[in-house]
């Protein structure tokens, strides 16, 4: 202000029209320039909570593989991505009439396994499993996640499939699924988070 107060009364008016020039530009520019909404945080939802191992899986003490198949050989497909389990990244695996599978560092205790799973149609009937060792059947895998015909996501409980809190999957959409093991108790319980 005093630098102002002492200039030219010429001055003044010139440097005044270009500081009135300068903020409406400014008001312009800012009025143009629209914040990207900011996307809200995707809920993560439960599928299965306190889940027994499969039966036939019962005294499993570690786990190595995650799993992924088709289980009618529909040629029914879903992709399994970004599998980390402790500090072990891993690519792609989709699913097939035959089992493909991933191996990661043997885990005992208790642990927990990330992954994201893309359905790619809809009423398809694939199931991803963690295993002690490779699978050959479903029998074979102990905590299962299965996208079913009806578009619904279950989980193994023991002897059956159960969808208690009633999450549906769409195809081409990315879900993060998050599996927590219990080797001591047999138990898991599995939250996803659409994308």
Known sequence: MKIISIMKKDKFLSMTKHLIILAIVGLFISSCE??????????????????????DQANASSFSYINVTDVDGEDDRLEVCDV??????????????????LSFDTQTGNFEATFNVTPLADEIDVVVGLSPEKASGHSDMACIVRFKFDQYIYARNGGEYQTPYSVVYEANMTYSFRVVVDLDSKTYDVYVTPQ
Request: glycine share 0%; hydrophobic share 30%.
């Open 84 to 101: 980390v389990v402790t500090t072990t990244d891993a690519s792609c695996m989709t699913s097939s009439a035959s089992y493909e599978s």
């Open 34 to 55: 629209k914040d990207e909404p900011e996307e809200e945080p995707k809920e993560e939802l439960i599928v299965a909570e306190d889940f027994a191992f499969r039966t």
